[in-house]
């Protein structure tokens, strides 16, 4: 009886199910709604504030879908288009029927009958001529759609690609053109002139046909009031406000990190980046008033980066002042530009230095003239100082010094640091830069490194983190985003952030310039050779902020230092942050030493003064101060004597400070406290030797020395000159064994040459000698 019953089921169903079935496939093969139309390239702060936005590449506003739509203009666009949006398939079979009767009666299309999802399907395919059959692909391409899309899916792909008038398309970038802010913000009577623009965009839009559009927009109003939608109240205050004009220009707030993004491979999306709006905003008003400021003297361009410690996120991206054209460098995003950077690089070496023992906070570094295989470095003050503190090496900035570190470190071993911190510009082998890298002979970006000091404040905050990644973006990878540390403990990272936090510093004419800062600032600045670039870089445990100043066609212009012109635009930005405290000492990582106060060294059995300080945990302990030396003196203190002219229950035993000859020279003319050895007594200088008392300073060792010729093509003569630790000592010079001249008092003598190597001999009338090697590289002319 069942089958019976199946049977002839069957037969009385058969052709519509099998119409319902060929329906079915049929609708399965039609593809639903789909849009290739590129989009506009939007840039948003954390909070979804636009920063700013690139027309789509066919030169239209043509904003991504967003992830959802207003609930003011859902209702306003349904009430006007289809209020029966949630409750049909695609197609209103009433409306449908109305229009065609329409149709039949008047010969032409009266009214459309279209659906929202019909309307969608239309605009898909280019709004082409309205047809009987044109309806009726519609229809069918409507129904897939609701079969494959969601309700609100289908009415944000409307608001997304529905035509507002010239070359608008789309909701937000309607809302942004003609009312300057984001849908969420627009008012009903707003919403409303969006929900109806898109009926005629061709004739009716804001800057045209002004009465049409107020006509139609006050329409609508109406029938929201009448179906409830908006209360009497709200009714009444719509209808008073005015229709848009002309539309407004987009945000550019952050332009070059909007151009940055469409080349890191974003365009046609929606960046949500970890930018600040209101931070980003006052970083563009300080750098526009210090444009102002720089431009009278030829500077036309500066760059600014604020990047969280803690985090690695961009707060803030200034690319460049806001001036206009090629011949300006304005489009130049100056924080991804290679620039050369001075000495900013300077702490890095320190930190290297300290992180593996080689060297103590205060210890003294030699300051005197040197010469690297023709490379003879000078300080920016074109003075010596014999020894200084590392530290104060550091906090100062100066040269000779820190390139007489990076010798005794190795330029190939600094190389290494350098890139496994991130530095990705260093394209070139260690060898190519020499060590004038240390005083900028190199190039870098500020991106890169303001990374890299980020880095360090990160990783003395979090000490298990050995890499920080700096990003502007709130959820994609971007190109260059990590940066490594794991080289550096965190008791380097602490003393070297403590060496620059001087709110003092000196500048190119010798003066110091004070800075005030209400919080506590590490930082750094640099100038590159011929004053074409001027950078600072600040880290505190919240922030790390790096400026730079210059023009971006590499023109130098005088005055401009790290000093003078980056440095105040760096404070400035520090004082629209939020404060916040100092780094914590990381006391874990550091043991305490007793340390020669006159020296900075691991005091010795001879050092006066001894103080306990922390370290670092990893210092060499064994490597004792070689400066302070007991020596003996007779009962009065004024001779130096010996054991084979005096007796030893008589002498005077002493701690004495000593510096190498050349050191001492230098040494003596910043510290009037230094004492020099008290000569020997006369019949106390029997058979001494090695007292080391001689000290060359120019030719400095390793100097090649060019002897041009005159206009005359006589042969020039060089100027060499030595010191002696007693002032009344004669000295003997000699060269390749053929004497030249004997000195007292100032030990300085012309000498001419020929090219080639010599050997200059030094002795004075005990018989201490000092004998160097001297090159001479050929006769050049004028």
Same mark, same amino acid.
Not at 75 to 91: M, Q, S, T, W
Not at 181 to 192: D, F, T
Not at 329 to 344: E, H, P, Q, Y
């Given at each position: 009886m069942k089958r019976f019953f199946r049977r002839r089921f069957f037969r009385r169903w058969k052709n519509q199910l099998i119409t319902v079935f060929v329906l079915v496939m049929f609708l399965m093969l039609v593809p639903p709604v789909r849009f290739n139309d590129p989009y506009s390239t939007l840039l948003l702060d954390s909070n979804g504030e636009l920063l700013g936005a690139k027309v789509a590449p066919d030169g239209q506003w043509r904003f991504p879908s967003p992830?959802?739509?207003?609930?003011?203009?859902?209702?306003?666009?349904?009430?006007?288009?289809?209020?029966?949006?949630?409750?049909?398939?695609?197609?209103?079979?009433?409306s449908m029927v109305r229009a065609l009767v329409q149709y039949f009666r008047k010969g032409r299309i009266v009214s459309g009958g279209s659906t929202l999802t019909m309307q969608l399907a239309r605009i898909s395919r280019n709004n082409p001529s309205r047809t009987v059959w044109e309806k009726l692909l519609e229809s069918i391409l409507s129904i897939r759609t609701e079969l494959r899309y969601s309700k609100s899916a289908i009415l944000g792909l409307y608001a997304a690609h529905a035509p507002f008038g010239s070359n608008v398309i789309g909701l937000e970038a309607a809302s942004w053109r003609y009312f300057?802010?984001?849908? @969420?913000?627009?008012?009903?009577?707003?919403?409303?002139?969006?929900?109806?623009?898109?009926?005629?965009?061709?004739?009716?839009?804001? +800057?045209?046909n002004q009465e049409k559009l107020l006509g139609k927009r006050n329409q609508l109003?109406?029938?929201?009031?009448?179906?409830?939608?908006?209360?009497? $109240?709200?009714?009444?205050?719509?209808?008073?406000?005015?229709?848009? +004009?002309?539309?407004?220009?987009?945000?550019?707030?952050?332009?070059?990190l909007l151009d940055r993004a469409i080349s890191d491979g974003f365009q046609g999306q929606r960046i949500v980046t970890t930018l600040d709006i209101n931070i980003q905003k006052r970083m563009n008003e300080i750098i526009g008033r210090y444009h102002d400021l720089f431009s009278t003297n030829g500077v036309s361009n500066a760059a600014a980066?604020?990047?969280?410690?803690?985090?690695? $996120?961009?707060?803030?991206?200034?690319?460049?002042?806001?001036?206009?054209?090629?011949?300006?460098? +304005?489009?130049?995003?100056?924080?991804?530009?290679?620039?050369?950077?001075? @000495?900013?690089?300077?702490?890095?070496?320190?930190? @290297?230095m300290l992180n593996e023992g080689l060297l103590l906070p205060e210890m003294l570094v030699t300051d005197i003239p040197v010469s690297f295989e023709g490379y003879s470095p000078k300080n920016v003050l074109k003075t010596f100082e014999g020894a200084v503190p590392a530290n104060e090496v550091l906090a100062r900035s100066l040269n000779v010094p820190s390139v007489i570190l990076l010798h005794n470190y190795g330029i190939g071993k600094f190389n290494a640091v350098l890139k496994e911190l991130g530095m990705r510009t260093l394209i070139y082998p260690p060898e190519h830069y020499g060590l004038s890298i240390i005083l900028g002979g190199a190039e870098g970006s500020l991106w890169e490194l303001s990374s890299i000091y980020a880095a360090l404040g990160n990783h003395l905050l979090y000490q298990s983190n050995d890499s920080i990644r700096v990003t502007y973006s709130r959820d994609r990878e971007i190109p260059g985003s990590s940066f490594y540390l794991q080289r550096f403990s965190p008791s380097a990272a602490w003393f070297t952030l403590k060496a620059i936090t001087a709110v003092k510093r000196p500048e190119d004419n010798g003066t110091l310039k004070y800075f005030y800062s209400a919080r506590k600032i590490g930082w750094k600045t640099g100038t590159s050779y011929g004053s074409r670039d001027a950078w600072a870089i600040g880290v505190t445990p919240e922030y790390t902020v790096g400026v730079w100043i210059g023009n971006a066609n590499g023109e130098g212009r005088s005055g401009i230092t790290g000093v003078s012109c980056a440095a105040p635009v760096m404070f400035d930005i520090f004082d629209q942050l939020p404060a916040s405290a100092w780094f914590k000492e990381p006391v874990k990582d550091m043991t305490t030493a007793r340390i020669c106060a006159k020296s900075g060294c691991i005091a010795g059995e001879s050092c006066p003064v001894v103080e306990n300080r922390k370290i670092m945990s990893v210092a060499n302990l064994t490597k004792t101060c070689p400066y302070h030396r007991i020596i003996h003196l007779d009962p009065a203190g004024i001779w130096q004597v010996t054991d084979k002219c005096f007796s030893p229950s008589q002498m005077l035993n002493q701690s004495w400070f000593v510096l190498p000859p050349v050191q001492e020279y230098f040494y003596r003319q910043f510290h009037s406290d230094y004492l020099p050895l008290p000569p020997f007594r006369d019949d106390c200088r029997y058979e001494l030797t090695s007292q080391n008392p001689i000290g060359l300073i120019y030719p400095t060792p390793g100097a090649r020395i060019y002897l041009p010729l005159k206009g005359d093509q006589k042969r020039s003569k060089s100027i060499w000159k030595a010191t002696h630790r007693n002032s009344d000592a004669t000295l003997y010079w000699h060269l390749d064994n053929i004497f030249l001249a004997k000195t007292k008092g100032e030990h300085t003598i012309e000498v001419m040459a020929e090219p080639g190597i010599h050997t200059l001999t030094l002795m004075d009338d005990n018989g201490e000698s000092l004998t160097v090697k001297v090159e001479i590289i050929g006769i050049n002319k004028k």
């Open positions: 992830d959802r739509l207003p609930e003011k203009y859902r209702k306003a666009v349904l009430c006007y288009e289809d209020r029966y949006f949630y409750y049909h398939p695609g197609i209103n079979p009433v300057g802010a984001p849908p @969420s913000r627009l008012s009903w009577a707003e919403n409303a002139t969006l929900a109806v623009l898109p009926n005629s965009p061709s004739l009716i839009f804001p +800057g045209k109003l109406v029938k929201m009031f009448k179906r409830g939608i908006i209360d009497r $109240q709200t009714y009444e205050l719509a209808l008073a406000e005015p229709v848009p +004009g002309e539309p407004h220009p987009l945000p550019k707030i952050a332009p070059h980066l604020v990047i969280s410690t803690r985090t690695g $996120q961009v707060i803030g991206y200034v690319g460049n002042s806001g001036v206009k054209g090629e011949k300006e460098g +304005g489009d130049v995003d100056m924080i991804t530009a290679k620039r050369n950077f001075g @000495s900013l690089l300077k702490p890095f070496l320190y930190a @290297s």
